[in-house]
């Protein structure tokens, strides 16, 4: 069965056609070619999926394109403004906190929303905001300290 | 994955006539953490899935008029365990959903998807247990409510006939003073299956031996999430620390666990005594301290 579903990503309007058991993700990279976000477990453990949905992360393998229908998503493609990079971007760059790259999709996009929920987060929220989110290559801790780093940035920007 | 249809109908009549005319094929559909997994890996190859997410109420958390929380079936585990009276008036609730898995999974797993997929391990049935919270379903035949004790019948079987879906969970106010605490095992601190976890309620009761009357829950430990009567009763008795021993002996002789691939039934067993002595110490001492 095929669905007409219209929705926002990235703050611009597509109106699709979408297959009734394609997910979420399937729609994203396949469709919209927006191959960003990434397939790792398909169960809702790895978090590489993760993506905004009304301001708030869901992974995209356990939604299906046609729940899209009305929503505003974000994907890591969108999370930059006019140019410039999102806080968590900019620290998980200058701190190394990438290696292979697969999970960082999804960890700037839990961080970002972890940053939204909770400015100022202690090292335990990190954790526990990102234990969605496998990495197999950094270990962690210049991800956690690339969290920390851009809530330090996001409040300064919010004082000036 | 399988191709299949999706349907998302406005009304209760709708969806369960749906729910009917499919010959078993047809399968609710609330946040899909569960069910879009069963289908990818080939266990279940529904026609059609049937979106229950905008029936009336299904995603509301509210506490009714009659001071009883009412949860609807597709609510989030996430608006549960951030909703403000949960967290003043049931947070054993609050703890046992936002145990379970990521924030980022919690978004979208359901309460009702919880109870209805009917694991031993939900971690949203003990508290409600505790609670002695009400489940509401609506069939081909009207509503109905069953006790959630009553609810569960064994591994992902429940009371559900076929053409009924569990509309709402209502769960009562705890008596007043009442303290609870959700101590859950994994094999991992956060974000990880239940390999034991125990829900404590404990509220002041003059008329108890021990001032003191109990509810406990049990995750994981047995076909399906269940009371523990005989250690309720003997801390209602004795809740001195030798009486929270025998309390917690109790608690570990009415698991009724498995071997399985994250710990052994012995194990587990143990764990239910651990964890329940911890749980109501804690109780205990908060208590007192209030």
Redesign the interface.
């Known amino acids: 069965?095929r669905?007409e579903i219209s929705f926002t990503v990235n703050g611009e309007r597509y109106d699709i056609t979408v297959?009734?058991?394609?997910?979420l993700l399937q729609v994203l990279r396949e469709q919209l070619v927006l191959t960003g976000t990434k397939n790792g477990c398909?169960?809702?453990e790895c978090?590489a999926c993760?993506v905004l949905?009304d301001g708030?992360?869901?992974?995209s393998?356990?939604?299906?394109g046609?729940?899209a229908d009305g929503h505003e998503i974000i994907t890591v493609e969108g999370l930059a403004t006019d140019g410039h990079l999102a806080p968590i971007q900019r620290t998980m760059v200058e701190l190394g906190g990438t290696q292979c790259g697969f999970c960082t999709p999804g960890i700037l996009i839990?961080a970002h929303?972890?940053l939204q929920r909770n400015p100022n987060p202690s090292e335990q929220e990190i954790?526990?905001?990102l234990?969605?989110?496998l990495c197999r290559c950094t270990g962690y801790m210049r991800i956690i300290a690339a969290v920390r780093e851009a809530a330090r940035l996001q409040q300064a920007d919010t004082l000036n | 994955?399988?191709?299949?249809?999706?349907v998302k109908p406005k009304t209760l009549e709708e969806a369960s006539a749906l729910l009917l005319q499919h010959n078993g094929q047809a399968r609710p559909f609330a946040?899909?953490?569960d069910l879009?997994?069963r289908?990818?890996r080939g266990f279940l190859h529904p026609d059609v899935?049937v979106?229950i997410k905008a029936l009336p109420g299904m995603r509301e958390v509210a506490v009714q008029p009659d001071g009883h929380l009412r949860i609807g079936a597709a609510a989030t585990m996430?608006q549960v365990a951030l909703h403000p009276a949960v967290l003043e008036r049931w947070p054993l609730l609050a703890e046992g959903c936002a145990s379970v898995?990521?924030?980022?999974?919690r978004?979208?797993a359901t309460v009702g998807g919880n109870l209805c997929n009917a694991s031993p391990a939900a971690d949203s049935a003990p508290a409600l247990l505790c609670y002695e919270a009400v489940a509401h379903i609506f069939g081909p035949a009207g509503q109905r409510s069953v006790p959630l004790e009553q609810f569960f019948l064994g591994p992902g079987k429940t009371v559900l006939e076929r053409g009924e879906l569990l509309t709402a969970i209502t769960v009562p106010p705890p008596a007043p003073g009442a303290v609870g605490h959700f101590l859950k095992l994994g094999r991992?601190a956060?974000?990880d299956i239940s390999v034991v976890s125990v829900a404590v309620l404990g509220w002041p009761d003059l008329g108890a031996p021990s001032g003191t009357s109990w509810h406990i829950a049990l995750g994981a430990v047995a076909p399906t999430p269940i009371r523990a009567a005989e250690a309720e009763r003997l801390l209602g008795q004795d809740a001195s620390p030798a009486g929270v021993e025998a309390a917690s002996r109790a608690a570990a002789a009415a698991a009724r666990p498995i071997d399985d691939i994250r710990a052994s039934a012995a194990y587990r067993t143990d764990m239910v005594r651990v964890l329940t002595r911890r749980g109501v110490e804690r109780v205990l001492a908060e208590m007192r301290a209030s």
């Open positions: 069965m669905h297959q009734s058991h394609h997910t398909s169960e809702g978090g993760t949905m708030e992360p869901v992974n393998c356990l939604v299906l046609v729940e839990a929303a972890l954790r526990e905001g234990v969605g989110n | 994955m399988q191709p299949f249809d999706y946040g899909c953490t879009l997994i289908i990818e899935v979106d996430n898995a990521s924030y980022q999974l978004n979208r991992t956060v974000g």
